[in-house]
Structures are given as structure tokens and as C-alpha cells.
């Protein structure tokens, strides 16, 4: 099955002889298997953001919610990387049911934003058969920053010193 419910997928089978010559073999296991229980509940993301420091945060997300509710709760919560970072969807699970994965991305942070991990609600807590949570670096802190450029943006800056050019030829 690709989505995870509760419950039976099939209560009966049918079978049909359809010609005379046809030969059919049903095994049957002792026990109906059910599929793994859907997730359930809410959970919140963990912003390990220095060695030291307290952990912050988000707000609770339910498994529903999309990339930029998950950004925005994560700012609340984590407020020392409020509007650092964007968030994408990585589709890893074809159902919300089946789990939630997520690419966070820093943007113009100039230090090492630590381990980000998901972890249960308080609250409202997941349920579901065998959660594991993972998370992990894809791209390494780096000390280059990048800046998205401005669309359409005639960005200027004034030079307080005067610009020297030096040719050489004939």
C-alpha cells in the first residue's frame, strides 16, 4: 500500500472461475496484515542554533501545514533565525499520513546555525508505528555568503574613496 490507514484494506476476496480449463490456487496468510497506523498529532522543529545555548523552538505544526506556515512557525519560535531562512518541500512521502520532510535553507546567516531536528508536540504529541526522526546536513556552514539578488533592483553604493584606474597599452 502506499498510504498508511487503519484498518483492513480488503474485508473479503472474490474468486471467479471464468472457463472450464482454468486452474486457481488461493493461499490465504493465518492473520490479515494491516497496514502501519497514519501519523498523528503535531510536531514542533528544534533549533539547536549554539553550542551553549538554549534550544528554541518553532510554534506546533501538524503534518498538513505547508513550506511557508512551517517558515513562518519556525521564525516565531526560533527568533534568532527570524527571516534567515527559507523552507521547501521535499516530497519524500507521497501521503502527510505516511510523514513530513523538509529542506531548510539559510540565507545571509554568517555562522554555523547548528543541527535542526524535528521532535514531538508538547501538546499534541505524533502517533503513529515506528516514527524515527532524522535529520542531517546536506550543505556544510561556509564562511561565503550569497545574497539573492533583488529583482529589478538598481541597488547603488557610494564610494567615500575616489576609484582608480590603471591602463596599460597603446
Not at 498508511?4 to 496484515?33: E, M, Y
Not at 534567515?84 to 539559510?106: K, M, P, Q, S
Not at 499534541?124 to 556544510?140: E, K
Not at 561556509?142 to 539573492?148: P, Q, T
Request: charged share 20%.
Amino acid at each position: 500500500m502506499r498510504r498508511l490507514i487503519d484498518g483492513s484494506s480488503a474485508s473479503s476476496i472474490r474468486v471467479v472461475k471464468t472457463t472450464t480449463k482454468a486452474t486457481i490456487t488461493v493461499d490465504l496468510p493465518s492473520a490479515v496484515q494491516l497496514s502501519g497506523p497514519p501519523l498523528r498529532g503535531n510536531y514542533r522543529i528544534k533549533c539547536n542554533i549554539k553550542e551553549g545555548y538554549e534550544p528554541q523552538y518553532s510554534y506546533d505544526l501538524g503534518r498538513g501545514n505547508g513550506a511557508n506556515r512551517v517558515n513562518i512557525n519556525m521564525g516565531l519560535g526560533c527568533y534568532s533565525i527570524n527571516d534567515l531562512t527559507e523552507v521547501y518541500e521535499t516530497n519524500d512521502y507521497e501521503y502527510n499520513d505516511n510523514g513530513v520532510a523538509w529542506i531548510i535553507r539559510f540565507l545571509g546567516h554568517n555562522e554555523d546555525p547548528g543541527q535542526f531536528e524535528i521532535v514531538s508536540s508538547e501538546n499534541n504529541p505524533l502517533t503513529g508505528g515506528n516514527i524515527t526522526y532524522r535529520a542531517n546536513t546536506t550543505v556544510p556552514y561556509s564562511s561565503n555568503l550569497f545574497y539573492e539578488p533583488i529583482p529589478f533592483e538598481m541597488i547603488r553604493t557610494y564610494e567615500t574613496e575616489p576609484q582608480l584606474i590603471v591602463t596599460v597599452g597603446d
